[in-house]
């Protein structure tokens, strides 16, 4: 703060101090330094407590022994109340070796009553200080709560659904009663999605989410699973309970939506599952509401009870298996690959290698159509041994092209796989790549379904040199202080987060992902870099790698070649 400020800031000072005198020097001295100080003099527990209670303060200082009551039990008692407090000590009788003493039991600084020109300094800093402590905390805060809750919504996510479906189904089993599961789709949304834009699906997605909440009680939990797929839990309710709170459920969200001057109306697909009926822990039931989800959804009847004969039978659904299957053995299956660019050589330094599927029936389709399905099925580790393979061939041996890295995403199941580091081994020993040219994308909660095996798998790999990065971070059950247990190299930074950064949103969450990250020793890569603009803030708050269409789209290995062949040598003339 400089002396000729015009307008002084207001400082709400507590002092802990049995003399006057010495009180009226600290206020002169900040005052001085252009504050506009408001203060209260303290000196026994009551009064401090009281103080703390009645008012927010900005600093306290504290004289270190007082008749009756001292510093370092002030300095205990305050941080009952508030955490982040500055806190100083400005005393007479402090030698050195109290002083330090003294820090040791959380203050922040100690000054002597006899030069108080360090006081205005260390009361600045402190404030300054106290701003990044808050922030944090409310950052730490914020993180804790994404990682159970949907941030689009607010409701709670799969992770926190687990959990009360989990203990719901506890209690049910224990006490005899019973408890119904319902998974909702809503019916073409893809179109919502596509004619309107992500914005107008996001409001629907809002509106859903709001009359869920709405038309239910609050015993029962409602949560978002992602994408347009929304679950309850009603405790207690029997099948025709849960008949009858669907009909109101879709009811209430087929009235009118209005989004962007729209009105548009919202239908959708139920299945339900009940307990003791359909089963009796909180997987089976998942699993079977989803499969009576499907059957609502193929047959569009709107609502439908699980049932036993439809299981896994559906047409559809053994068709689309045995195609999974034929288009193994047929090489349908092909790889395209998308750079990353790294920003402070500003070269690319590696692609992420995505999956496609040739159908012959339908055309290309994405992962988002097929991996779930080749995950129940099995058929996810043949494809996943197939794109490694691939991704290896295609880029151990480029010429012109110093070696990149190549990224393979693994589904939950491949760590679970106990040969799969030495398949991995093997293939890298054929083109003769070495491991740190590969790395493997893993999401944070492939660790959960068998932690110690995956775990091993994980290790083994990182023992080999291959690169471990965690794919779409924010968007799962991990903290950040969970990931120092694992052995990772690298984030990356979900793209939902960072295509937020163009509306000035999720600013603070990607922020302290990249600082904290970077504590942790972890390189960090933004996702889904759309336009300029993102790429701006993302250079500005020291992202090591970005990805995304901005930079350049997913591409065959032979476009992607000459494309990076030609940056590369660009950047070095
Ligand atoms: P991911 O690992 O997060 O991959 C990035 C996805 O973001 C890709 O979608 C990519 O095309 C898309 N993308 C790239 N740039 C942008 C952008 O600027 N904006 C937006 N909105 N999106 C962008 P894709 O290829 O559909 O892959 C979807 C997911 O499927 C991947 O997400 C990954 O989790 C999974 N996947 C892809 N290939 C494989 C595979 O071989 N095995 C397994 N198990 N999963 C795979
Ligand atoms: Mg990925
Ligand atoms: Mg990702």
Redesign the pocket.
């Known amino acids: 703060m400089s002396a000729n400020c015009v307008t002084p800031t207001l400082l709400r000072l507590l002092i802990i101090e049995d003399s006057s005198d010495d009180a009226a020097l600290v206020v002169r001295a900040l005052t001085r330094a252009g504050y506009n100080v408001v203060s209260e003099r303290v000196d026994t527990p009551d009064a401090l407590v009281a103080a703390l209670q009645s008012g927010a303060w900005h600093v306290a200082v504290a004289d270190y022994t007082m008749p009756g009551f001292s510093g370092t039990a002030a300095l205990t008692l305050l941080r009952q109340y508030d955490a982040d407090l500055p806190f100083i000590f400005v005393s007479g009788t402090i030698g050195e070796d109290v002083a330090v003493a003294a820090m040791r039991t959380g203050a922040h600084d100690y000054i002597m009553k006899g030069s108080l020109t360090r006081l205005v300094p260390a009361v600045e800093r402190e404030l300054r200080e106290a701003n990044v402590r808050r922030e944090r905390r409310r950052v730490e805060q914020h993180l804790a709560h994404l990682a159970y809750h949907d941030a689009l919504t607010d409701l709670p996510n799969r992770t926190l659904l687990h959990d009360r479906l989990d203990q719901a189904a506890r209690v049910a089993n224990r006490e005899g009663t019973t408890l119904a599961l319902l998974l909702l789709d809503l019916n073409g949304f893809k179109e919502i999605n596509d004619t309107l834009g992500h914005h107008a699906g996001d409001r629907v997605l809002q509106c859903v989410a709001a009359r869920l909440r709405a038309t239910l009680r609050d015993a029962d939990t409602v949560a978002r699973l992602g994408g347009d797929e929304f679950a309850v839990v009603l405790p207690l309710a029997d099948i025709d309970g849960a008949l009858l709170a669907a009909q109101k459920i879709l009811h209430e969200i087929a009235g009118p939506c209005v989004i962007e001057d729209r009105s548009l109306s919202v239908r959708a697909s139920l299945g339900i599952a009940c307990l003791p009926e359909h089963g009796s822990s909180a997987d089976t039931l998942l699993q079977k509401a989803d499969v009576a989800m499907y059957v609502a959804k193929t047959e569009d009847v709107g609502i439908s009870v699980y049932a036993p004969n439809r299981d896994r039978h559906t047409h559809r659904r053994l068709t689309f298996i045995s195609e999974l299957r034929k288009g193994l053995d047929e090489n349908q299956f092909f790889?395209?690959y998308?750079p990353i660019l790294q920003v402070r050589t500003n070269l690319i330094a590696g692609v992420?290698?995505?999956?496609?599927w040739n159908h012959p029936q339908q055309g290309r389709l994405?992962?988002?159509e097929f991996?779930d399905l080749?995950?129940q099925t099995g058929v996810?580790n043949p494809?996943?041994t197939i794109?490694i393979e691939t991704a290896i061939r295609e880029w151990s041996q480029v010429e012109n092209v110093p070696r990149l890295t190549v990224?393979?995403?693994?589904?939950s199941r491949?760590l679970l796989d106990p040969i799969l580091p030495l398949r991995i081994a093997d293939m890298l020993a054929v083109y003769g790549a070495p491991p740190s040219s590969l790395a493997l994308?893993i999401?944070e909660n492939m660790l959960l379904s068998d932690p110690a095996r995956s775990m091993d798998c994980l290790k083994r790999l990182h023992e080999m040199c291959v690169r471990i990065a965690i794919?779409?971070f924010g968007t799962g059950y991990s903290s950040l202080s969970y990931l120092r247990r694992l052995p990772v190299d690298e984030l990356?930074i979900?793209?939902s987060f960072v295509?937020g950064l163009a509306s000035g949103q999720d600013e603070v969450i990607v922020r302290s992902t990249i600082d904290l990250a970077h504590n942790l020793g972890l390189t960090v890569v933004a996702?889904?870099?759309?336009n300029a603009a993102v790429l701006q803030r993302l250079l500005a708050m020291g992202c090591d790698a970005v990805?995304?269409?901005?930079?350049s789209?997913?591409g065959d290995a032979a476009a992607n070649r000459g494309r990076i062949r030609e940056q590369n040598l660009l950047d070095q003339s």
């Open positions: 790889v395209e998308q992420e290698a995505l999956v496609r994405l992962p988002a991996i080749a995950e996810i494809l996943t794109v990224a393979v995403n693994l589904s491949a994308e999401t794919d779409d990356k979900d793209r295509a996702e889904g870099v759309e990805q995304g269409r901005f930079i789209p997913p």
